[in-house]
């Protein structure tokens, strides 16, 4: 974890320094914008390539999808909404077809009459049927029924005459409807139905066999437009790198903007590798852990496992942090250590004192102990020898 914390420190120089020194705050700004513009751009440039491997839910639509699982048989299946599931975009060769097919007796003025006809009764049995839910929530159909005869009660008579007249209108709308032909009557409809029954179980393994496929296809293409740019950055931030080291001339600025170049393009790098791994092995182990579960009656077992991984990233997180607060509370008391030994003050009471003497004559703290690699007195505060330079590392406390 230590190594990982002087790495980010390095990576940290090598994106906010100049030869060593801090940027100025005007040339962060500017680096900020820079990142912000390269970050777009990359992500236009990722998405359209990407694209080309359309989402499952593009490339096999649910409207598609639908017509598979069972031939449709009402008019508004048929529909042309907004977006037919088969636009100018890459998908199924079975849902083109099928949309060819669909085209060819959904595209008449027959159909279209008859869908429009259809709606307008489906509109009115709507309404209807709102109507009569309103009117039995005022009024009980048992009670009115009783009351009905009642000379003045002429409210409960009105609510009467209207409740069997919207139920009337029901049944008729029911006659009118069934004097539609039915879309299986229409021109190529047997053709589209012949089409989803021979194809069914094809397009059902085609779907499965791209929802696999598709996060490998995606990680191709969004490596065919990051790939060249992030080996690039990184070649000029090695080199750069390298001339730095060896104390070589070199262009800081070249270094510096390769370095955010390479670190920016090397995250959708990371991310989609990330997002594959978890396609390929915990999402597919998952799934059967899951289903071996239900079948053994313990899906409870999952809630343990879950609060398990739980508690252990937790604890990890809470040891990285403590440990390092303590490191730097060891760090920070060094640095203080050696402060006060350099204005002779005491460590214990702080009163001023001479670190050639043995002890502190305010308080009796012992300033001086023996080095184990020469055998003379030293400061027992510091980390070397004054008399041979010994680390504090090699002799006693």
């Known amino acids: 974890m230590w190594n990982l914390f002087q790495k980010t420190r390095i990576l940290k120089e090598d994106l906010l320094s100049f030869r060593k020194e801090p940027l100025t705050g005007f040339s962060i700004i500017l680096l900020i914008v820079l990142d912000l513009f390269i970050v777009y751009n990359m992500s236009l440039g990722i998405d359209g390539e990407t694209a080309k491997a359309p989402a499952p839910s593009l490339y096999h639509p649910y409207g598609c999808t639908t017509h598979f699982d069972g031939p449709r048989t009402r008019y508004t299946d048929f529909e042309l909404r907004e977006q037919p599931f088969l636009v100018k975009r890459s998908v ?21 009459t008859n869908l429009a006809l259809v709606k307008a009764l489906d509109s009115r049995e709507g309404k209807n049927n709102r109507r009569i839910e309103a009117i039995t929530k005022n009024y009980n159909t048992r009670l009115f029924e009783r009351m009905v005869s009642l000379s003045n009660d002429t409210e409960l008579l009105r609510a009467k005459q209207e409740f069997d007249t919207l139920n009337a209108d029901n049944a008729k709308i029911v006659t009118e409807r069934a004097a ?22 094809a397009y059902v393994a085609e779907k499965a066999a791209y929802a696999f496929w598709q996060p490998f296809r995606e990680f191709g293409y969004m490596l065919r437009f990051v790939l060249p740019l992030l080996l690039l950055a990184f070649y000029l931030y090695y080199r750069g790198k390298v001339r730095e080291l060896r104390g070589e001339p070199y262009n800081p600025v ?17 991310y989609y590798t990330l997002t594959l791994v978890y396609h390929v092995i915990p999402k597919t182990l998952l799934k059967q852990l899951i289903e071996y579960l239900v079948a053994i009656g313990l899906l409870s077992v999952l809630n343990y496992v879950a609060i398990a991984a739980v508690v ?41 004192v001479d ?20 055998g003379k007195p030293k400061s027992r505060y510091l980390p070397f020898c004054e008399s041979c330079g010994a680390p504090r590392e090699e002799h006693g406390a």
Request: glycine share 4%; charged share 20%.
């Open 92 to 112: 199924s060769p079975y849902c083109s077809e099928l949309e060819t097919r669909i085209r060819k007796f959904r595209d008449t003025e027959t159909f279209a």
């Open 180 to 201: 539609i032909a039915p879309v299986s009557s229409m021109k190529g409809y047997d053709a589209y139905r012949s089409y989803v029954q021979e194809n069914a179980a």
């Open 254 to 270: 070249v270094k510096i903007i390769a370095t955010h170049v390479a670190l920016i393009f090397s995250l959708p790098v990371v």
């Open 312 to 352: 252990l990233l937790f604890g990890a997180v809470i040891y990285w942090i403590q440990k390092r607060t303590v490191q730097h509370k060891q760090s920070e008391r060094g640095r203080n250590i050696k402060k006060i030994v350099a204005l002779s003050q005491c460590v214990a009471c702080g009163y001023r």
């Open 355 to 374: 670190y050639r003497k043995p002890f502190c004559p305010y308080c009796g703290e012992a300033l001086q102990e023996i080095c184990h690699a020469c």
